[in-house]
């Protein structure tokens, strides 16, 4: 359930709203009537897997360029 308060109130009680966040909620705080700013849970980002992408690098992959590569690059 998403709740508006005005800065003022967020000021004054913002660790029960970061309660109520904790629990679910969302809260938008508004200055002058205008949303400015809005208080999510955080969401912890998923796992992923090392190594996830297909190959290996080989020795090659370390040596010294050719010259007519490096001119290239210039």
């Known amino acids: 359930m998403t709740r508006t308060v005005n800065v003022h109130e967020a000021k004054t009680h913002l660790s029960r709203l970061l309660e109520e966040v904790r629990q679910g ?3 938008v705080i508004a200055k002058g ?3 400015c700013a809005r208080l999510v849970p955080v969401v912890p980002p998923a796992e992923r897997p090392l190594g996830f992408v297909p190959g290996r690098v080989t020795e090659a992959f370390f040596a010294p360029l050719p010259e007519e590569e490096l001119a290239s690059w210039e």
């Open 25 to 27: 909620g969302e809260v």
């Open 33 to 35: 009537g205008k949303p």
